[in-house]
């Protein structure tokens, strides 16, 4: 398991670039306001109350985050499980993003927790709850996210081993032996703790039906949530793919970017079919021309984030360009997955006794922005480190 069939390989490019410079002027801002809220609490800097306690932190940096990590054990099932190595080349950089993707979730979450400091109860037997679909987010990430951990250790160890002293070099040839004829276990269970959790974030507002629009309510929320995930995993690896070639100046396979491009509207098909087929046995349609501003970005939603894509990789022509790839897969991940939980959280939520209208607060806002600059940071230090990128073939020629 240490060595994948592409070579890989740390990259040569310098860190500390202009681009470098401004996303950690950004991640500087925002984990400023993210000290304030530590030390004066939630209301000095966001919008959150009683009556609106989920917001762009729980939207964004949770509910969206999980889904966009998705593409770590949507890759591990194609390539590992269903045994497709054509697609090995997208497998380290997929798992790499999945696993800094919860560990920037896991963050986000403190923000947003009234008792912040608390945030290890889970782990203690004695304090389960059974009947909390949060406990099972909680216990599930927590999991997940150790899963995530122990299946980088192989590169890790392909890494440093024969370039550390001889007590650390056996240690990781040890390991790395030892996770070669296991890492089996690791992989399906991170696949089943993905589905778990996955759902389980769309139960969160199950509870809710007297506060929700009717165009999101629905009991099957939890399956659209786990399918919509499933959908978003390839085109989160096209566009990391994408994104990191431009980055590095990698040259992009075409072929392989192309087949797995050809994945997308399968899984995003079945989606949309499954959103479809739920407003209709629910009689729901009518409320999409009622005029609302929630109508509005359910359409925007359905059309630009779902039927668009489609269209679009069903082209040959644009599966044969990396930008236009690109492009459609941006148009899912935003629009797609990003605005449905945007839509889940914040627009369908409508208490029925609200004061005002909810909207994240500047602090929220930069904190937001904060995160995602640190989570590419980090992404680009790992890359720069570890082997996880494709090598150049003009290098191992």
């Not at 160890?157 to 024969?162: D, L, P, Q, S």
Request: aromatic share 14%; hydrophobic share 55%.
């Amino acid at each position: 398991m240490s060595h994948s069939l592409e070579l890989s390989a740390p990259i040569e490019n310098k860190y500390l670039t202009t681009g470098v410079k401004i996303l950690i002027a950004i991640f500087g801002v925002g984990m400023a306001f993210g000290l304030y809220r530590f030390l004066f609490g939630l209301g000095s800097v966001t919008h959150l109350n009683h009556q609106y306690p989920l917001g762009l932190w729980i939207g964004v940096d949770v509910a969206s985050g999980v889904a966009l990590a998705a593409g770590g054990f949507t890759s591990a099932a194609l390539i590992h499980i269903f045994y497709k190595e054509d697609y090995h080349i997208f497998g380290r950089p997929a798992h790499l993003t999945a696993m800094l993707g919860y560990t920037f979730v896991v963050i986000g979450l403190l923000f947003d927790l009234g008792r912040w400091y608390n945030v290890w109860h889970p782990a203690i037997p004695t304090m389960w709850q059974g009947n909390s679909v949060l406990f099972e987010v909680g216990i599930c990430v927590m999991i997940y996210l150790t899963v995530l951990y122990i299946e980088f250790l192989p590169i890790v160890a392909e890494r440093f081993i024969g370039h550390s002293p001889k007590w650390i070099d056996g240690i990781l040839r040890f390991l790395d032996r030892i996770l070669g004829k296991i890492m089996w276990v690791f992989i399906i269970l991170g696949v089943v703790l993905s589905c778990l959790h996955q759902s389980s974030l769309g139960n969160l507002l199950v509870i809710a039906p007297y506060k929700m629009h009717p165009l999101w309510y629905t009991p099957v929320l939890p399956m659209l949530f786990l399918m919509s995930a499933i959908a978003v995993g390839f085109p989160m690896v096209l566009f990391e793919y994408y994104l990191a070639a431009k980055s590095f100046n990698h040259p992009i396979d075409m072929q392989k970017m192309g087949k797995l491009a050809r994945l997308v509207p399968v899984f995003v098909g079945l989606y949309f079919l499954m959103k479809i087929g739920d407003l209709t046995i629910r009689g729901a349609w009518g409320n999409l021309f009622d005029g609302s501003y929630q109508s509005i970005w359910f359409a925007v939603e359905l059309i630009i984030g779902i039927i668009l894509p489609i269209v679009l990789l069903l082209n040959q022509k644009v599966r044969n360009n990396p930008t236009l790839i690109f492009i459609a897969s941006t148009l899912y991940i935003i629009f797609g997955v990003l605005l449905n939980r945007i839509n889940v959280f914040l627009i369908a939520y409508r208490p029925p006794y609200k004061t005002h209208i909810y909207f994240p607060s500047i602090g929220e806002i930069l904190v937001t922005c904060g995160l995602i600059a640190g989570l590419i940071l980090v992404y680009r230090a790992f890359v720069t480190i570890f082997p996880v990128l494709p090598a150049h073939k003009n290098e191992h020629a």
